[in-house]
């Protein structure tokens, strides 16, 4: 038979390893949640756990609603005035074309569809919407035609500079609301989600000068 020390011993040593047991299984556990928090957290706004594909200009990126082929992009700067602040713009040329096989209707680009991504956690910029045929902001896109040629614009700080910039492209849903009694309405596009980041290497322009 075991002696009581002995047994005092094995008592000892099986809660010795059932408390590391339970400290590597709450270390594991922690681990796995902050996996998943940087999963679930990432979205587009930075690049470790991103969602959605990271792709170079020039690309072509298709959303269901519109098809982009992003080209370029400029940093505008305009010198302080006598008169007026300097100011600083984000110009991201492409081309569009309407490919909304759902309702065949004409539409702009609106300017939540397009997203300038800053980085480091600051909040997604929106764009003034889609200009096309020599700055037409929010010209309608017809269902059918060739590509326009269009350009977005995204207010930036003064002495905003970057080597690269990141554009994030959203997709409408074509989807129903959830009407009253069980009743479903008309489908619409709906609820944009992110669909792309591309990112552009930009050139940058002083406004007034020869580009």
């Known amino acids: 038979m075991e002696s009581l020390d002995e047994v005092i011993d094995a008592m000892i040593a099986d809660r010795v390893i059932h408390r590391h047991r339970r400290i590597w299984l709450l270390l594991i556990a922690l681990v796995v949640i902050a996996a998943l928090v940087v999963l679930l ?20 990126v298709t959303t269901d609603r519109f098809e982009y082929t992003f080209t370029k992009a400029e940093i505008i700067k305009k010198p302080k005035g006598e008169y007026s602040d300097a100011e600083t713009t984000l110009k991201v040329y492409f081309t569009a074309k309407n490919v909304d096989s759902e309702s065949y209707e004409s539409e702009s680009i609106s300017g939540q569809l397009l997203r300038f991504v800053p980085g480091n956690g600051a909040d997604l910029i929106k764009s003034n919407g889609g200009s096309c045929r020599g700055d037409h902001l929010n010209w309608p896109l017809v269902y059918g035609l060739p590509p326009e040629e269009c350009s977005t614009k995204f207010d930036v700080d003064p002495d905003f ?10 997709a409408e849903q074509w989807k129903s609301d959830s009407g009253t009694l069980g009743a479903q309405e008309d489908p619409y596009w709906q609820d944009p989600i992110a669909k792309a980041v591309v990112r552009l290497k930009p050139t940058v322009v002083v406004d007034g000068e020869d580009k």
């Open 41 to 60: 957290t990432g979205g587009w706004k930075k690049k470790e756990g991103r969602l959605v594909p990271t792709l170079d200009a020039p690309v072509t």
């Open 161 to 170: 500079t970057a080597d690269e910039v990141e554009i994030g492209i959203l």
